[in-house]
């Protein structure tokens, strides 16, 4: 297994639409493995094949204290949502950024596991608000992108900085 580069905002590439995977072979499944790894290393509880420069539909998700639920999804489509709330989000993109986003409240999910078989989910809590934030970046939009423009140049000014500091 192997850490791969998380892309940060405002790079380009993350508003890269994801192609549907064809086929869930050994090279699918490496590439989960990998993504897993750098996910938890990061730390995060979720992660998509597009934030590490890899443009098909594939989210990882692990919201358990103990990072030993690991949930794959791959060609995931959001069958139903209904529903509101509003919750704190972060992103392993964008870092050290936190915004209160709304979004739907129960979703149902169909995809496809590790093995290419079909699978459904219910979802609420923090599960759903993953699931559907990770599925935003397969669709190339990026959580800050639900704020104000405002917010949104205070936020790119901010990481510009923060840049240029470590540089």
Avoid: W
Wanted: net charge negative; with cysteine; glycine share 4%.
């Amino acid at each position: 297994m192997a850490l791969l580069k998380i892309l940060h905002y405002p790079d380009p590439r993350l508003h890269t639409v994801a192609q549907p995977v064809e086929r869930v072979d050994d090279e699918i499944r490496k590439l989960a493995a990998d993504m897993a790894e750098t996910m938890y290393a990061a730390p995060g509880v979720g992660l998509a094949a597009t934030q590490v420069d890899r443009h098909i539909q594939m989210i990882l998700v692990d919201v358990s204290e103990t990072h030993d639920r690991l949930q794959v999804f791959i060609n995931p489509q959001i069958l139903q949502a209904d529903g509101e709330s509003v919750h704190e989000e972060g992103c392993l993109s964008v870092p050290g950024i936190y915004e209160q986003v709304r979004r739907a409240k129960h979703i149902r999910v169909r995809a496809l596991d590790l093995q290419g078989q079909p699978f459904e989910l219910e979802a609420d809590g923090l599960l759903a608000i993953c699931i559907q934030h990770e599925i935003d970046h397969l669709k190339g939009k990026v959580f800050v992108e639900y704020l104000s423009r405002l917010k949104q140049e205070r936020i790119r000014h901010k990481l510009r900085k923060r840049e240029r500091e470590v540089m």
